[in-house]
């Protein structure tokens, strides 16, 4: 079956460093998802993306983070300028359709540790 | 917000029990759509239920809906073992974003 994938599993990085973190999504899907994690927290909504550009995004999104889809198979998240409370899970995820008539399919998640 | 609320938060039973988990969300829905995590890996979708159904099974698995309630429930039937993960509520809407509540984390002991 068709999977989502992430890399890399892991990720270190110190304060202030600019991180990408990659996805491949399912390559018949058209939407394209980030979430995070704080460990032992809820799964909460970055980005969505669609048609070459981001469709909704929340409060969390600011000016540090960016997405991008460089070829027609990854799509990755930059996090410019990284701080502590960005360490999380980060999870892609992709859906065939919206969110109001697909499941998402998600990867494994990248685990971002900032010291 | 249109996030989930997942009730219990812990949840602790014997195999072969049943489980059952709860959500509630707060504005009107297309789709709930409910998933599992296990620990450290990704969410897997479980089941979706639309707006205008009041219930789904899937094998073990029986959710309802109630819209007058904004609520919904998971019913796992003869648990297993295998089953301890976290289970999450998820709504949709029109738009293009996916709100997560803050899960079920259900223990089944062997």
């Not at chain 1, 550009?53 to 410019?80: A, C, H, M, W, Y």
């Not at chain 1, 409370?85 to 900032?114: I, K």
Request: one cysteine or more; proline letters at 3%.
């Amino acid at each position: 079956e068709p999977e989502v994938t992430q890399t890399p599993s892991h990720q270190v990085t110190q304060m202030g460093q600019e991180v990408i973190l990659r996805c491949v999504p399912i390559s018949n899907h058209l939407y394209f998802y980030w979430y995070r994690q704080i460990l032992g927290q809820k799964v909460e909504f970055l980005v969505s993306f669609y048609n070459n550009e981001i469709s909704e995004k929340s409060e969390i999104f600011d000016d540090q983070f960016s997405v991008e889809r460089p070829d027609g198979s990854n799509f990755t998240l930059k996090i410019r300028s990284t701080k502590l409370e960005d360490s999380a899970m980060y999870f892609c995820a992709s859906s065939q359709g919206s969110t109001g008539n697909s499941p998402l399919h998600f990867g494994n998640g990248t685990r971002l540790t900032v010291t | 917000s249109q996030q989930g609320e997942e009730d219990p938060q812990a949840l602790s039973i014997q195999e072969g029990e049943n489980a059952t988990m709860n959500c509630s969300y707060k504005t009107s829905i297309n789709n709930l759509q409910w998933y599992r995590q296990n620990s450290g890996r990704g969410l897997v979708h479980l089941i979706l239920i639309r707006s205008n159904e009041r219930e789904k099974h899937s094998g073990r698995l029986r959710v309802t809906l109630d819209t007058s309630k904004k609520s919904s429930s998971l019913l796992i039937t003869a648990s297993r073992a295998a089953d301890t993960a976290s289970y999450f509520c998820a709504t949709g809407n029109t738009g293009n974003q996916f709100y997560f509540g803050t899960g079920t984390s259900l223990t089944v002991i062997p």
